[in-house]
């Protein structure tokens, strides 16, 4: 078996990303330094400091005053220089009382420490780091017109643009936490179920029950969850029964019954019943952690088209900034000082990079939280574009297209043995297995009271069988070539498996396994959308056919064996189909790993969920058409962004350096063009959730 | 939709002088917005209305002020929709992230921050002046009206935080159908002057910023003929 590692290694799941502290997008060039949180601009590290403090309400408040103290002073500035300028010629800004100039001067200056500050703080902080964003313009062009200006004034002559400053000022620092606001919304995904968890929990010991924190409970601990109470940890319950809602784990509406010996998940919530619960996984281990971390993973993870947009992004700022030069020095020897410094203002406030940077990841993360929110988790953003272009859609049978849980239904003995003895010996072969059908071998054994034997040296072999020894003889379970001197049995529509032991046949067990409610209505909504549908099956034709029986225009192989699965996907993939692989198991791992997109379901193995891009939750197959709706809509969105932010950036700058633009317009404009982005990309998080999904942000905070 | 944050701003004040500080930041900061906005839509209304094109400009202008009035009034008068109320649980989770903080903590100068929140409220006596305000045709006409409108609540917004919980339900809601009626008739008359019989007496487009602005009652004229009143 390939390992899973290395096959799903590419150079472009390189190591992921830092995050932005507000806004969760990643960080391509930004240096770390120590007990500094990180953010992607001005905006969110205003944002975040106002709404994500852990200080309370003091330091939000300050952070308030000194920005409500700025814009009332910039507000102030603005309307006496529109009140005394507006509608003359530049060059008329020369006149007026030296008393107004000198008061506009004085209310200046603090609006510019008070808003100024946090950019400016910024911007040294990544020119020091020698990278300059959009921020570092900002800074640039507000520093520029202010010092001008209050060089005229301790002059006594020359133009004043203190309105322009504070204008610039005032609209970016409201824009840009407009904007960061927009974003955190578009990128949120499980942070609210996250906070709701329950920080202690119930321990049941010797003398009795404890109140403990969640932090110290260990595997093995008993707990009880009452009704009501969230569950903190992942774990079985072992006394009593109870109604438990998924539905903010995986949008599935209809709570289900959880008694002795089922499981349970972190972050579900036990509505009606008292519930002893023994704990299995805590923490980080919890599948709803397991969860968050993957939807942070797609957030980090790098697009294909990351190394490019970096590059231009990098160069951007440093090529404006020199027409920005280019600019002042031709307006100035063409019309003066004052309309070369307004034209090559406009020119670095026009100027939106950032638009550029984010039209992808944000479109991307929006996608991966409106998937979340259906109980769908996006591994790798670029997933979303490979599924978008998909043509094929190949499908596991049992425990995909099935529930993978089928029914022994008959036991078929040699006439040299019984029933219980087959029984015995598979129980106890099936005992070291993780086949959807050793779990039905053990449960028929159970129910029949009997005793598996024991067997040592245990191995299986994917989509072949298993093998071992019981008091020194060779035991075999497998298909039909696997045991030698198996007679050829016909059962329609069922699976068997026969038994031998020193080459020996002793019998066959014969399973039954239905296909999932939601099978015929995925696959309808899969060649709906254009995509061909192919099952992958190691199982026998039989059982293939009977299972496919009602899933017209479905074409099917059976007996396949894992190599055979992964030929059919690389076949696919030299079509430029972009094939999608939904398995479970392990014998789907490598097929999971070649295909464009790997998809698993929360019931597949350990194996499967590690190397498929993708995890449904809850085992409704409707939401993989719908995820290829998703997919689509983000790609097209993506391109709109990135249409949007060149396009925008072409007309934009040709229009400053022809001296068609105001500076203001240009700083309204640039924070409307990032506005722009996040709210296109921000309609992903209204797109319409699966048919019985449930709209996990339209719950109310604890309640079914 | 001032009045809560008057009463907020009021709460636990320590004493009456503290009461008129606190008031006097929160008009002042109210007020700065308004200018802010009434200079923005002055000078708007200054661009568009030097340019022919756009002639209609000011008696259009002076229309969506009375309709803003009069939407205004019947609001008050529970005669209009809930329209103002949507716009404004849209924008609730931004003003409490802004004012929110400063209540809670209540630093020195926190009520001219308040104020100037307050300044951007959604309410149609500032729709009405922003559009009064475009008419004028100058920055300073535009500033003027709207910081004559913040003028023109002051009254009642001290008399709310001075006896925040004396005035009674039944009283408050008289006072606002009251409000309501002045409103109408405001509209009415700027309607009137829209279009009565001054109206026709031949069109031109505001002079630029040497006219004097308009008076902030409501009457408006948007032919700038400033001898009438």
Redesign the interface.
């Known amino acids: 078996m390939a390992s899973a590692a290395a096959t799903n290694a590419s150079p472009l799941r390189a190591a992921p990303l830092p995050l932005c502290a507000h806004c969760g997008l990643p960080l391509a060039r930004v240096r770390a330094r120590p007990g500094e949180a990180l953010y992607c601009c001005g905006g969110c590290a205003l944002a975040h400091r ?2 994500g403090g852990t200080e309370g ?2 330091q ?3 952070l ?2 000194a920005v ?2 700025g ?2 002073l910039a ?2 500035v ?2 006496l220089s ?2 005394l300028y ?2 003359r010629a530049e060059a008329d800004r020369a006149s007026g009382e030296s008393w107004v100039r000198w008061a506009l001067l004085l209310l200046a200056t603090p609006a510019l420490v008070l808003l100024g500050g946090p950019f400016l703080t910024r911007g040294l902080h990544r020119l020091h780091d020698l990278e300059l964003d959009t921020d570092s313009l900002v800074v640039i062009g507000v520093t520029a017109a202010y010092l001008l200006s209050a060089r005229s004034v301790l002059l006594g002559a020359g133009p004043v643009y203190l309105d322009t400053a504070m204008g610039i000022l005032l609209f970016v620092t409201v824009g840009r936490y407009l904007e960061a ?1 927009s974003r955190a919304r578009a990128t949120d995904a499980l942070a609210s179920l996250a906070r709701r968890m329950p920080a202690d929990a119930l321990r049941l010991g010797e003398g009795g029950e404890e109140r403990v924190p969640v932090a110290a409970l260990v595997g093995g601990d008993r707990i009880r969850v009452r009704p009501g109470e969230r569950l903190p940890v992942d774990g079985v319950v072992v006394e009593g029964e109870a109604s438990v809602s998924e539905a903010e784990i995986t949008g599935e509406p209809i709570p289900r019954p959880r008694g002795p010996g089922e499981g349970v998940s972190a972050g579900t919530l036990n509505l009606d019943g008292s519930l002893v619960v023994e704990v299995r996984r805590t923490g980080a281990e919890t599948t709803l952690a397991r969860i968050v971390r993957l939807v942070e993973d797609a957030r980090a993870g790098r697009y294909p088209f990351a190394p490019l947009v970096d590059r231009l992004v990098r160069l951007f700022v440093p090529l404006v900034l020199g027409l920005a030069l280019a600019t002042f020095a031709y307006w100035t020897h063409a019309a003066g000082t004052g309309e070369g410094l307004m034209n090559a203002l406009a020119v670095l406030l026009i100027a939106c990079p950032c638009a550029i940077g984010i039209a992808t990841p944000l479109a991307s993360t929006a996608a991966a939280g409106r998937a979340a929110a259906a109980g769908v988790f996006v591994r790798h953003p670029e997933s979303f574009e490979r599924l978008a272009r998909s043509r094929r859609v190949f499908l596991d049978k049992t425990g995909t297209l099935t529930d993978g849980m089928p029914a022994l239904v008959a036991i078929r003995p040699a006439p040299a043995a019984s029933e219980r003895e087959v029984l015995a010996l598979a129980a106890g072969l099936e005992a070291h297995s993780e086949h959807p059908l050793a779990a039905s071998v053990r449960q028929a054994a159970r129910a029949r009271g009997v005793a598996p034997v024991v067997v040592t040296d245990f191995r299986a072999q994917p989509a072949r069988g298993v093998l071992g020894r019981s008091e020194g003889r060779e035991l075999r379970l497998g298909r039909g070539a696997f045991v030698s001197g198996a007679p050829p049995l016909a059962e329609a529509g069922a699976s068997v498996v026969h038994l031998s032991r020193d080459g020996e046949w002793l019998g066959a067990l014969v399973f039954r396994d239905g296909a999932r409610p939601s099978a015929a209505e995925a696959v309808a909504g899969l060649r709906a959308a254009g995509l061909a549908v192919e099952v992958l099956s190691g199982d026998q034709p039989e059982a293939v056919a009977a299972t496919v029986a009602d899933l017209p225009g479905v074409v099917a192989s059976a007996e396949l064996l894992p190599e055979e699965k992964l030929e059919r996907v690389d076949e696919a993939i030299r079509r430029a189909d972009s094939p999608v692989m939904v398995g479970d198991g392990i014998n789907d791992g490598p097929a999971l790993s070649g295909a464009a997109v790997g998809v698993t379901l929360e019931s597949g193995t350990d194996l499967a969920r590690e190397v498929a891009d993708v995890t449904i939750l809850g085992g409704d197959l409707r939401r993989l058409p719908w995820l290829v709706g998703l997919a689509r809509r983000t790609l097209r969105t993506a391109r709109l962004n990135l249409f949007w932010a060149f396009f925008y950036n072409a007309i934009g700058l040709t229009l400053a350096v022809q001296g068609r633009l105001h500076p203001l317009f240009g700083a309204v404009a640039m924070v409307v063009s990032s506005l722009l982005v996040v709210l296109n990309s921000q309609r992903l998080t209204r797109h319409p959730l699966p048919a019985g999904a449930v709209d996990r942000g339209a719950l109310p905070a604890d309640s079914p | 939709m001032c009045g809560g944050f008057v009463l907020a701003v009021a709460a636990g004040r320590r004493g009456g002088w503290t009461l008129v500080t606190h008031q006097v930041q929160l008009q002042l ?1 109210k007020a ?2 308004y ?2 906005l009434g ?2 839509a ?2 708007f209304g ?1 661009a568009l209305l ?1 340019n022919p094109v756009f002639a209609w400009g000011e008696r259009t202008l002076a229309v969506v002020a009375a309709v803003a009035l009069g939407a205004a009034g019947l609001s008050l008068l529970g005669l209009l929709g809930t329209g103002e109320s949507r716009i404004a649980t849209w924008l609730a989770p ?1 003003w409490s ?2 004012t ?3 209540l ?2 209540r ?1 020195p ?2 009520p ?2 308040v104020g ?2 307050m300044g951007f409220l959604p309410c149609p006596l500032v729709y009405a002046g922003l559009a009064a305000a475009a008419a004028s045709g ?3 006409g535009g ?1 003027a009206i709207l910081a004559g409108v913040a003028l023109g609540t002051v009254p009642a917004l001290v008399v709310a935080a001075a006896s925040g919980t004396v005035v009674s339900l039944g009283m408050r809601r008289t006072l606002a159908r009251l409000a309501g009626l002045v409103l109408l008739a405001a509209a009415a008359t700027t309607l009137t002057r829209v279009t009565g019989p001054h109206a026709g007496h031949g069109s031109h487009a505001a002079p ?2 040497s006219s004097p602005a308009p008076g902030v009652s409501g009457a408006l004229d948007p032919e700038g003929h400033a001898h009438h009143h």
């Open positions: 106002l709404t309400h003091g939000a408040a300050g308030l005053m409500g103290v814009a009332f507000m102030n603005m309307m529109f009140v507006s509608g606001a | 900061g700065a917005s200018g802010f200079a923005l002055g000078a200054s030097a931004l992230r802004v929110g903080p400063l809670a903590a630093p100068g926190f001219l921050v100037v929140a100058s920055a300073g500033a630029p910023a």
